[in-house]
């Protein structure tokens, strides 16, 4: 067999630097609670949701991943000249192609890095830093920008009881580059689509292309009527059924993540769940053990949950505000629709 040889490897990476942007507006549980018949203090009992950030109408997801990926550069110093990928994940890139990385590289002067989307909804950005730190190792790019960005007030509908009243917006982006000293652990992740149903988007695209083009043939006067009533499609969950699914599944996830990078959970200073609920955070957080002395991320609080952005603006937020100090050894683990799980070890830039 020919051995293609020259493919340079790299024993490495590292996070350099985490950049973030928060939806402009702080929407507060009564501005919300009238639709959905529920009020203030439900909401915070049952979520820890105080607020949530949500951007502005006119500010899009390319708006909100450049404004995060600019922030991460100036952070690490370098320039979208030096970028040599972009990977943004989202689940509200509301266009098939051309893929949001593109515009985005273009925006930050990375052109012509290559560039991609990645859909896993709550586990994004780890399935991202996850495909940065695999291609600096496998000698496809020295840095590489990982965008998880969401623009959740697109996809809900504000009389949805089930999901509606976590939802936020923001970008978190980090800057991936190789390094001789690895800052990454090996990530442990998956997916069950035979749950696919547990959170999930109302309607296909496709049911309004088959309606455009009168399809199905036999269209009853019920089919018509639903048609007629169809709204653009949104997000819905079953909330106790994910709730289980997290509490029972996540902590071996973290334990294995913890434990392939040659660590135990002693090791680990900082603890940074994606940001679905604050009852799943103080769940996973006494499942775990984690002694008080670990910092977790709470920035649910104050930002909601922003799906694939949440877990690198609890880190911006944690490394901004000086809760926990550069270096520190942080678990995070991404989890959600799909359902795509996946969690590292990093050490915080
Ligand atoms: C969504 C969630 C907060 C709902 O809380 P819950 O306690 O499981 O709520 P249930 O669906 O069991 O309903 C309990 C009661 O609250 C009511 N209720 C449900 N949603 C409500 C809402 N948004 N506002 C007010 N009341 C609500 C129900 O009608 C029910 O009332 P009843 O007891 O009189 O029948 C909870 O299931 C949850 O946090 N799930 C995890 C989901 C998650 O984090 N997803 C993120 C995706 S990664």
Redesign the pocket.
Known sequence: MTTLLGAPTTTGSRIAAIGGFRGENLVTNDDIAGP???SDE?IRQ??GIVTRARADHDTTIADMSTAAAQDALAKAGITGADVDAVIVSTVTHFEQTPALATIVADRIGATPAPAFDLSAA?AGYCYGIAQADAMVRAGLARTVVVVGVEKMSDFIDPTD???S??LGDGAGAAVVTASDQTGIGPTVWGSDGGQAGV?YQTRSWLDYRHEELGEPEEETPELAEEVSQMRTPTLR?L??T??KWVISTIPGVARQAVAAAGLTLDDIEVFIP?Q??M??TDQLTKLLKLPDSVIVARDIAETG?TSAASIPLATERLLREGTAPSGAVALQVG??AGLAYAGQVVVLP
């Open positions: 959905i018949n529920s439900w049952r979520t709550c009881r089930t999901i009243f976590l959170i969950q909330g106790p994910v709730f994606h679905a609920n009852r799943i949950n989890f959600g």
